[in-house]
């Protein structure tokens, strides 16, 4: 079965401290994942996704097919980054159906 | 370029009553997408839509809800009647034709039903 695991409802760090959203995945084919997040007030948007192998906000996510894991990390969180973070995956071949974690808050402390 | 818009962006509204919610994708996006997070659990997808077609409604609760999308533009999801299991935020999305992973989906703001 299809499933999005974040174990974390609520995550709080300090300013400048690193930080880790975990989420593991189960796809009985080949997934493709991503991670999306909603600021206060604002839109659901994507933040990254694996295929693309890139870092942005200082976010980086390694696809860990052997542990079936996609976690989130960013070296030195900033206040900004507060916001709420949902993984999320769709099929190599399935694409135009996500299956999302139930997200996990960040709570960046100054 | 204009977004995802839902309307409304909140509803309350009692048991067994109904409601209709709409969303606007962004203009020439034919893929456009339902999916609801109940408090607390996960974003679930309900169904898809590729211009006026449906493409999967696998995730469609019951038959108490009913989406259509309209000569390919604006969608309507209806609730009849409302039970209070569906309270929750339903958001749409759209995306350009084309291999999912190659576009970006764009989500809108939600539309928060409060059923009581």
């Known amino acids: 079965a299809q499933r999005v695991t974040q174990p974390e409802k609520l995550l709080s760090v300090f300013k400048g401290a690193p930080v880790e959203l975990k989420c593991n995945y189960s796809?009985?084919?080949?997934?493709?994942l991503f991670w999306y997040v909603q600021y206060s007030r604002q839109r659901l948007q994507l933040l990254l996704r694996?295929?693309s192998r890139e870092s942005i906000k200082g976010f980086t996510a390694d696809l860990n097919k052997g542990e079936t894991s996609f976690h989130l990390k960013k070296p030195f969180a900033q206040e900004e980054d507060s916001a709420m973070y949902y993984c999320?995956?769709?099929?190599?071949?399935?694409?135009?159906?996500?299956?999302f974690g139930s997200g996990t808050k960040l709570n960046v402390k100054p | 370029e204009a977004g995802v818009t839902q309307f409304p962006s909140h509803s309350v509204i009692e048991k067994g009553q109904t409601v209709t919610l709409r969303c606007d994708p962004i203009?020439?996006?034919?893929?456009l997408y339902w999916y609801r997070r109940v408090m607390g659990k996960e974003i679930k997808f309900l169904l898809h839509?590729?211009?006026?077609?449906?493409?999967?409604e696998s995730g469609m609760p019951n038959n108490r809800f009913l989406a259509e999308r309209t000569g390919g533009t604006y969608s309507t999801l209806k609730v009849q009647p409302a039970e209070l299991e569906d309270s929750g935020v339903y958001f749409c999305?759209?995306?350009?034709?084309?291999?999912?992973?190659?576009?970006?989906?764009?989500f809108g703001e939600g539309s928060w039903l409060t059923v009581v």
């Open positions: 999305a759209s995306s350009q034709e084309g291999r999912f992973s190659g576009n970006t989906i764009y």
């Open positions: 796809y009985s084919g080949s997934p493709e």
């Open positions: 694996h295929i």
């Open positions: 999320a995956l769709s099929g190599l071949y399935n694409f135009n159906k996500f299956y």
């Open positions: 203009s020439g996006h034919d893929n």
């Open positions: 839509f590729v211009k006026e077609s449906k493409q999967d």
